[in-house]
């Protein structure tokens, strides 16, 4: 099983390059405007956890700085839910952090399955996958996760990603990286899960020019393409750094801050106040039908070909600054 990474590099304290914000909503350099940030929605990191201490979640509550980053569920063999590694806490701020990313009140809920690509495994996201499940089923919150990662399948894993699919939680997974090195690695998503558990929103990625990443796994199990390549997010161990990243690991997380955002226009409009089947059902249909059609280049034929466009979101709350 591996997380969906391919390249990193940083700490960088220049200011970094939201390319893949600006694609999403205008294309136009620094215009990116978070419509419906994702207030008073969960999102669950299901990763190596997430540095709670980062600017990037950092909200001003009466003066007082507060991260909006909570501890939720961790493997018995580790003492907490912050990271220790660098994956989680790049895919939170790609998520929702107020620099980085898209739904930027969201709350932030840390799920560490792994402190490094090597120990993770589906037994672990398993049992993180049957925690979140009770939880929203305890809060009626509406609720995300995200799961930048893959492997073969394992059917309590699956069973426990389609429950929290049929109790209303929306779930969206990387699709996958390959070895571009490697002519005969595997590229197919429908050979890993969670990408090929139905109604899960399964992302692929794409580069500035708009074209399929190099490293990205497709196929018909992928249902959207994101920005994937070369991605600034936050670094986990200095605080206000950043890094630069890429992987489907960082595609997620761009549809799971967008997802965020439409799950507080569906609340604020009062269509859903609690999660249930629709509420999934109608998150994967917005999310393509507010995608640019036909858009991804270098797909073959037989791939869906959808780029994720967050600028559908609306909401009668004030938007973040």
């Known amino acids: 099983m591996s997380m969906d990474e391919h390249h990193s590099d940083g700490p960088h304290n220049a200011s970094a390059d939201f390319w893949n914000l600006d694609r999403i909503y205008s294309r136009e350099k620094g215009k990116f405007r ?17 540095n709670p201490d980062h600017d990037d979640f950092q909200v001003e509550i009466d003066g007082v700085n507060k991260s909006r980053v909570k501890p939720g569920w961790h493997h018995k063999n580790y ?34 399955v792994c402190t490094n690509k090597s120990d993770l495994y589906l037994t672990t996201a398993d049992a993180a996958v049957k925690w979140i499940t009770k939880q929203v089923q305890n809060n009626s919150i509406l609720s995300v996760i995200n799961m930048s990662f893959g492997g073969r399948v394992f059917r309590s894993f699956v069973n426990a990603v389609k429950a929290a699919l049929n109790a209303g939680i929306v779930v969206v997974a990387s699709a996958g990286n390959h070895n571009v090195s490697d002519l005969y690695d595997e590229t197919d998503s429908c050979k890993i899960v969670p990408a090929n558990i139905t109604r899960a929103i399964t992302v692929g990625a794409t580069n500035k020019d708009d074209y399929l990443s190099a490293f990205s796994f497709l196929g018909p199990c992928v249902d959207i393409y994101a920005p994937g390549s070369h991605i600034s997010g936050a670094n986990y161990t200095l605080d206000p750094m950043y890094g630069v990243s890429q992987g489907t690991s960082f595609s997620a997380p761009l549809v799971a801050g967008v997802v965020a955002g439409m799950l ?31 858009k991804v280049k270098g797909l073959p034929k037989g791939n869906n070909n959808f780029m994720l ?13």
């Open 34 to 50: 978070t419509c419906a940030p994702g207030t008073k929605i969960d999102a669950y990191v299901v990763d190596s956890g997430i």
């Open 309 to 321: 466009q967050a600028t559908g979101l609306y909401t009668v709350d004030t938007p973040a600054s």
């Open 264 to 294: 507080q226009v569906f609340r604020d409009a009062k269509y859903y106040t609690k999660p249930s089947k629709d509420v999934v059902k109608d998150i994967n249909k917005y999310i393509i039908k507010y995608a640019e059609n036909g």
């Open 79 to 112: 003492s907490n839910t912050e990271d220790t590694y660098y994956h989680g806490t790049f895919v939170a701020s790609v998520l929702g952090g107020k620099t980085c990313g898209i739904a930027r009140n969201v709350n932030l809920i840390a799920v560490k």
